[in-house]
């Protein structure tokens, strides 16, 4: 088993599951999270993958989202994002 900093990724590598829920680029995205206040980029945040996929804040490393791709459906956790700021056209 690998030790959990090599399956470490940015938050790019979430960016084909987040398309299917949002829009086409969905990690330029502006995120608050609710722990630190901090406001980043989407593509800022660490993500762990296992089971499903831990999206965590680069700054205080507090839970941001959670996602699980499921047959037939995905579930999306989003209690650590205080705010979401998406660009429209």
Do not use: H
């Amino acid at each position: 088993m690998r030790p959990a900093e090599e399956r470490v990724l940015d938050g790019n590598a979430v960016a084909g599951v987040l398309a299917q829920i949002f829009v086409p680029d969905s990690t330029r995205t502006r995120v608050t999270c609710s722990a630190c206040t901090s406001v980043r980029d989407l593509a800022a945040a660490r993500l762990y993958q296992g089971a499903g996929q831990v999206l965590r804040c680069p700054t205080c490393e507090a839970v941001l989202m959670r996602i699980v791709v499921a047959p037939g459906r995905t579930y999306l956790e989003v209690t650590g994002v205080r705010c979401l700021e998406l660009a429209t056209a």
